[in-house]
């Protein structure tokens, strides 16, 4: 409860940072310890998080990479980074994170460009109130929010490992998660109740996949520390955001009642 309410006051942690700090401040600090010619991948950069992270990044110098399923909202996200920092660099290549084939074509283009890779933040996320499937016929949410994600990152590791060894510059991955992974209990992380129309529940196929993504980081991280790559890991909360995923479903944070 206490710390609850240190994070709604904003009061600031043993980082220097607190809820009410924003990304531009946190960046400003650091910017002695960024390295210049970075380059960046931020999925779901067209809204929320994503976009205000491309932002910011940019505004620092990073080459920003932003795969987008609606290339057209790309465009008019990268036109207000240009607008903002005419020396922007910021590349749009399509993807689809719900769908493999998608996202290999998205990998080959990227890896084809000949260009280093710093940054990955795994951040687009999908939440839907109905059961829906993927292309590739797997529950929709999962297949985004995780498998897109996961293999995103293992297509792309490997260039992120060669960049870190050529530049001496430690690669940073980022999975974007959320505290309510939390909601799901060690007994009921259970695909079936998934797969059933009258048994979905949104937020349980939203939590599981959140707690997916924290599990992939932590294994990750146990694989990256083995072969002494100079690449990290991390799963983030972000905090409470308004974003387009919220804002989907007015019963998400009632839903925690059927987790």
């Given at each position: 409860?206490?710390?609850?309410?240190?994070?709604?006051?904003?009061?600031?942690?043993?980082?220097?940072?607190?809820?009410?700090?924003?990304?531009?401040?946190?960046?400003?600090?650091?910017?002695?310890?960024?390295?210049?010619?970075?380059?960046?991948?931020?999925?779901?950069?067209?809204?929320?998080?994503?976009?205000?992270?491309?932002?910011?990044?940019?505004?620092?110098?990073?080459?920003?990479?932003?795969?987008?399923?609606?290339?057209?909202?790309?465009?008019?996200?990268?036109?207000?980074?240009?607008?903002?920092?005419?020396?922007?660099?910021?590349?749009?290549?399509?993807?689809?994170?719900?769908?493999?084939?998608?996202?290999?074509?998205?990998?080959?283009?990227?890896?084809?460009?000949?260009?280093?890779?710093?940054?990955?933040?795994?951040?687009?996320?999908?939440?839907?109130?109905?059961?829906?499937?993927?292309?590739?016929?797997?529950?929709?949410?999962?297949?985004?929010?995780?498998?897109?994600?996961?293999?995103?990152?293992?297509?792309?590791?490997?260039?992120?490992?060669?960049?870190?060894?050529?530049?001496?510059?430690?690669?940073?991955?980022?999975?974007?998660?959320?505290?309510?992974?939390?909601?799901?209990?060690?007994?009921?992380?259970?695909?079936?109740?998934?797969?059933?129309?009258?048994?979905?529940?949104?937020?349980?196929?939203?939590?599981?996949?959140?707690?997916?993504n924290i599990l992939h980081a932590k294994e990750l991280s146990r694989l990256l520390k083995g072969r002494k790559a100079n690449v990290t890991i991390?799963?983030?909360?972000?905090?409470?955001?308004?974003?387009?995923?919220?804002?989907?479903?007015?019963?998400?944070?009632?839903?925690?009642?059927?987790?």
């Amino acid at each position: 409860m206490k710390e609850t309410l240190k994070y709604l006051a904003g009061i600031t942690g043993p980082s220097g940072y607190g809820s009410k700090s924003t990304a531009e401040q946190v960046t400003q600090d650091c910017m002695g310890f960024i390295p210049s010619n970075l380059t960046a991948i931020v999925t779901g950069a067209t809204s929320g998080i994503g976009a205000e992270t491309a932002r910011v990044l940019a505004k620092r110098g990073v080459r920003i990479i932003i795969p987008a399923r609606d290339l057209r909202k790309a465009a008019r996200v990268k036109e207000g980074l240009l607008k903002e920092n005419p020396a922007a660099d910021v590349i749009l290549l399509e993807i689809d994170l719900s769908s493999f084939a998608s996202i290999q074509r998205f990998c080959s283009e990227f890896l084809s460009l000949g260009l280093p890779l710093h940054i990955l933040i795994n951040n687009a996320g999908k939440y839907s109130q109905k059961l829906e499937f993927s292309e590739d016929k797997i529950e929709i949410t999962f297949a985004t929010n995780y498998l897109g994600h996961f293999l995103l990152t293992e297509m792309l590791l490997e260039k992120m490992v060669e960049t870190a060894a050529e530049t001496g510059i430690q690669g940073r991955i980022v999975n974007v998660s959320s505290v309510i992974h939390s909601w799901v209990k060690r007994d009921n992380f259970c695909f079936r109740k998934m797969l059933s129309p009258k048994s979905y529940n949104g937020t349980r196929a939203y939590a599981q996949s959140k707690l997916a993504n924290i599990l992939h980081a932590k294994e990750l991280s146990r694989l990256l520390k083995g072969r002494k790559a100079n690449v990290t890991i991390n799963a983030v909360h972000p905090g409470i955001v308004k974003t387009g995923i919220i804002r989907e479903y007015k019963g998400f944070i009632t839903g925690m009642h059927y987790l």
